[in-house]
Each structure stands twice: as structure tokens, then as C-alpha cells.
């Protein structure tokens, strides 16, 4: 499975992203996906997944695109501590897959 993150990029504080997460590779139905993020310095974290789609910052939205197995971070009121690498995960049968990552940078 090879996951392609795209959308990231350079926003003011207080503005949107759009990521999108595509997987191809495979013919089956991924149902398990989850969005992560890695800022300079620390570990890598879970922002919010389809197991786990209550986003606890109240800012990102997870969903599912109409194309086979492509999703998208709606993320608002973006802040700078929201800078990032964004990475997405799927989990199939067989292991998990990442993404390799797309920059979000928020100037102040």
C-alpha cells in the first residue's frame, strides 16, 4: 500500500488547510485511517483518526472522500503551535502504511 499526502503549506494564524490522503497499491476497502503530525523536537502524535474521530483540539475534521480510499484533515483556526509534518496511517489486514508527509507551516 503507498499513501500520498498532499495539501500542506504556509497559512496565516487563524486560516484553513486541507489535507488529503490518497492510498493506492491495494483493491481493498481501507477502513482504518488516521492523521499524524511530528513538530521539530518531539514525538510523533496522533491529531485524529476514523476509530477515534472526536478531535479532541475541536478544529480538525476527518473524513472520506467519494474516490476509493482517499481522505482529508479539515483543519481550522490554525495556530503555530499546529506546525508540523502531517503524516497519514492506514491500517490493513496485513500492517499499517504511512504516508511521507506534508508541511504545514502557520505564521504568527
Known amino acids: 500500500v503507498q499513501l500520498q499526502a498532499s495539501g500542506g503549506g504556509l497559512v496565516q494564524t487563524g486560516g484553513s488547510l486541507r489535507l488529503s490522503c490518497q492510498a493506492s497499491?491495494?483493491?481493498?476497502?481501507?477502513?482504518?485511517m488516521g492523521w499524524y503530525r511530528q513538530a521539530p523536537g518531539r514525538q510523533r502524535e496522533l491529531v485524529v483518526s476514523?476509530?477515534?474521530?472526536?478531535d479532541l483540539r475541536g478544529r480538525f475534521i476527518i473524513s472520506r472522500g467519494r474516490t476509493k480510499n482517499t481522505w482529508y484533515l479539515q483543519m481550522n483556526s490554525l495556530k503555530p503551535e499546529d506546525i508540523a509534518v502531517y503524516f497519514c496511517?492506514?491500517?490493513?489486514?496485513?500492517?499499517?502504511?504511512w504516508g511521507q508527509g506534508t508541511q504545514v507551516t502557520v505564521s504568527s
Open positions: 476514523t476509530d477515534y474521530a472526536d
Open positions: 497499491g491495494t483493491d481493498v476497502t481501507i477502513s482504518t
Open positions: 496511517r492506514v491500517r490493513v489486514p496485513w500492517g499499517d502504511f
